[in-house]
Nanobody, 120 residues
Framework: QMQLVESGGGLVQYGGSLRLSCAAS????????MGWYRQAPGKQRELVAV???????NYADSVKGRFTISRDNAKNTVYLQMNSLKPEDTAVYYC??????????????WGQGTQVTVSS
């Protein structure tokens, strides 16, 4: 049902900033928990940030204070503002949407990802 399309990735220098966007098509965007994940070459995919339908956020320790996740339900879009970027942030960033019943996942959607490369 839902389709997610990421954009905004690219090449930036150490200490630079980048803003990723994830546009969702479909219905009931506002009830989904939205998240950003990333996967670097040779590493497992990891959670970067998550935002609930109520606006509560959580971040990986490695990005706290540097990244900010937000959502605009009127535009069916979730954002990831990335500041003070480091080479360690280089990865493919994926947008994710989850619909949960209590703690159980009912729906789980993924975008195709957008490449973020931070040069030293």
């Amino acid at each position: 049902q839902m389709q997610l399309v990421e954009s905004g990735g690219g090449l930036v220098q150490y200490g630079g900033s980048l803003r990723l966007s994830c546009a969702a098509s479909g219905t009931n965007f506002s009830i989904y928990v939205m998240g950003w994940y990333r996967q670097a070459p040779g590493k497992q995919r990891e959670l970067v940030a998550v935002i609930t339908s109520g606006g509560s956020t959580n971040y990986a320790d490695s990005v706290k204070g540097r990244f900010t996740i937000s959502r605009d339900n009127a535009k069916n879009t979730v954002y990831l503002q990335m500041n003070s970027l480091k080479p360690e942030d280089t990865a493919v960033y994926y947008c994710n949407a989850k619909k949960k019943v209590l703690v159980f996942i009912k729906d789980d959607y993924w975008g195709q990802g957008t490449q973020v490369t931070v040069s030293s």
